[in-house]
C-alpha cells in the first residue's frame, strides 16, 4: 500500500484521475530521513503533523452523504509522511463509499494511514455542528510582524538568527504571519503563520523575522520546513527549550499543521483567519 518510489512517481505535479470507489493504494509515503540528512537532529524530540480535511464525504448505509471535519495526527517520528495530494485523492475515493458507521471509518482510516506513514496515526471525525461558535484567532504570543526592518535575504540562511548583546535568559513566545515557501514539487506557494516558543538567551526579533521571511523563495514540504526552523533556531540561538509551531492555510482542503519541541509539550490548536 505504501508508496515509497522517488517523489516525481508521486501524484502531486501529474494529471491524475479522482478514484470513483475507495482507494487506499493512491496515498504516497515521502521518506522523513532524506530531508533530515541535511539538519541537526535532537536524539530526544517531540512533535506531530496536524492536518485537517474539510472535504470529508461518504454514504451511509442507506445512500445518503454525510459531511464531516476530519482530523488526522502522525507524529512525528513515523518514518513518512504522507504526500498531500495523495491524501487528498484518498479522501475522495470515500465520496461514493457506503460506510457502516463513523467510528468504522475512523477505524479503516486510521488502519490505511499507518501502513503509510510507518506509525499509529490518530483519526477523528466530527460532525459540523459541532464546530458552531469556533472562534477565529491567532496564535499565541507577541508580533513580530511590524518591526521596521530591511529585507534582502529570501533563501534560508541560520546565520541571520541571533540573540541580542548580552542577552539574558528569558521565557517568551514569538510569533509571525509572513511564512511562506513553496512545494517543491510544483512550484505552488505555502503560506502559514509560525511560533516560536522558547526558554534562554533572548533571540533577537529582528533577526528572527529576517530568518523567517528568508524562506519565502524555499522549496520544501511544510514539515521540513519546520523541522528547518527548529534546527536552525536551535544551533544558533541555543535555548535550553524550544518548541516550533507552523499553522499553514489550506489547500485542496487539507491543512498542515507540524509542531516540533524539546520537551515533552503540547500545542493550541486554534483555527486562523486564512484557515
Known amino acids: 500500500m ?35 540528512q541535511s539538519l541537526h ?11 485537517n480535511g474539510y472535504e470529508t ?19 512525528w517520528n513515523s518514518p513518512r509522511i504522507i504526500e498531500s495530494k495523495s491524501f487528498k485523492l484518498y479522501l475522495n475515493s470515500f465520496n461514493d463509499e457506503v460506510v457502516e458507521d463513523m467510528a468504522s471509518l475512523v477505524q479503516r482510516m486510521e488502519q490505511d494511514l499507518s501502513a503509510v506513514a510507518g506509525a499509529a496515526v490518530q483519526v477523528s ?17 507577541q508580533s513580530i510582524d511590524e518591526l521596521d526592518i530591511s529585507i534582502q535575504d529570501y533563501t534560508p540562511q541560520s546565520d541571520l538568527l541571533t540573540c541580542l548583546p548580552k542577552a539574558a535568559v528569558v521565557t517568551e513566545s514569538l510569533v509571525s504571519d509572513l511564512l511562506k515557501s513553496n512545494c517543491p514539487v510544483t512550484g505552488q506557494p505555502d503560506w502559514g503563520s509560525v511560533q516560536v516558543r522558547y526558554t534562554g ?34 544551533q544558533s540561538c541555543q535555548p535550553e527549550r524550544l518548541l516550533v509551531y507552523a499553522r499553514y492555510t489550506r489547500r485542496g482542503g487539507l491543512d498542515i499543521n507540524p509542531w516540533r519541541s524539546s520537551h515533552a509539550d503540547s500545542v493550541e490548536e486554534p483555527r486562523l483567519a486564512r484557515q
Open 2 to 36: 505504501s508508496n515509497t518510489s522517488p517523489l516525481k512517481d508521486s501524484p502531486l505535479g501529474h494529471d491524475v484521475v479522482y478514484p470513483t470507489h475507495y482507494d487506499p493504494s493512491v496515498l504516497f509515503g515521502i521518506e522523513r530521513s532524506l530531508n533530515r
Open 41 to 51: 537532529i535532537p536524539e530526544q524530540w517531540h512533535g506531530a503533523d496536524i492536518w
Open 57 to 75: 464525504s461518504w454514504l451511509n448505509p442507506k445512500g445518503k452523504p454525510v459531511v464531516a471535519l476530519a482530523r488526522f495526527v502522525i507524529p
Open 125 to 141: 471525525l466530527i460532525p459540523l455542528r459541532a464546530l458552531n461558535g469556533q472562534p477565529i484567532t491567532a496564535l499565541e504570543g
Open 201 to 234: 538567551p533572548q533571540i533577537d526579533p529582528a533577526s528572527l523575522l529576517r530568518y523567517i521571511v528568508s524562506l519565502r523563495r524555499h522549496t520544501e514540504f511544510h514539515e521540513h520546513c519546520v523541522e528547518r526552523l527548529y534546527s536552525d533556531i536551535q
